[in-house]
Structure formats: C-alpha cells, structure tokens
C-alpha cells in the first residue's frame, strides 16, 4: 500500500502563490492533484495529473496558472500555484495510481491511493 503526505498548504491573498509537496512511500506511476472545495458534494475534482515520463495534464480552471512536476529520485510530487483566486479555496489531496495511461483522464476514480489533504485558503 502507497503511502502519501501532502504539505505546504496555508492561506494566502488572491494573486499570491503557493506550493504544495507531496511524498510517497514508494515509486508510483501517474500521480496527480486533485481538491474539494468548501460546501461540494463529497467528490474531489481534477487539477493536475503527471506521469512518470513527465507529461502534465491539467483541469482548464487551473491550466496556465498550476504547474505540476515532479522528482522520481525523491518519491515527490510538487504544484506551483500561481494567481490564485479565492474559488481555489479548497482541500488539495494528492492521489498515485498504478499505470500512467489513466493519467489524462484526470478522474479521481481511477486512484486508489491517497493522502491526507492539506487546506488552501484563498481570500
């Protein structure tokens, strides 16, 4: 069983940045962001997803804005947040997956290994 730490949550001021790390227990394949937001239904939303040759592919809410990389050597997956906008305001759970084909698919069902979410406040 992969486990994952996500940190670097907080709150900022709309325009303002923030990154968020993440740390696996072992090697994965396609890892990704997703988050809920305050006051949604119990279903987590795409933001970001990558795969272990570095392809990206992101939600259109975020695309130009986020930017998801990550290290193979350390186990770590990043998000750059950039302008962030208080509809960003959300818990932000990182998720591992088994094959990197499912990456650009950028559903939450297809992940069955998640941490435990870090909160961003943006206001």
């Known amino acids: 069983h992969v486990q994952l730490v996500e940190s670097g949550g907080g709150s900022v001021q709309a325009g303002g940045s923030l990154k968020l790390t993440c740390v696996t227990s072992?090697?994965?394949?396609?890892v990704g962001w997703f988050r809920h937001p305050p006051g949604k239904r119990e279903m987590r939303e795409a933001v970001?997803?990558?795969?272990?040759?570095?392809?990206?592919f992101y939600a259109a809410s975020v695309k130009g804005r986020f930017t998801v990389s990550r290290d193979n050597a350390k186990n770590t997956l990043y998000l750059q947040m950039n302008s962030l906008k208080p509809e960003d305001t959300a818990v932000y759970y990182c998720?591992?997956?088994?094959?990197?084909?499912?990456?650009?698919?950028?559903?939450?069902?297809?992940?069955?290994?998640w941490g435990q979410g870090t909160q961003v406040t943006v206001s």
């Open positions: 998720a591992a997956g088994s094959v990197n084909w499912l990456c650009p698919r950028l559903l939450s069902k297809d992940f069955p290994h």
């Open positions: 072992s090697s994965v394949y396609c």
């Open positions: 970001a997803t990558i795969d272990t040759d570095g392809g990206t």
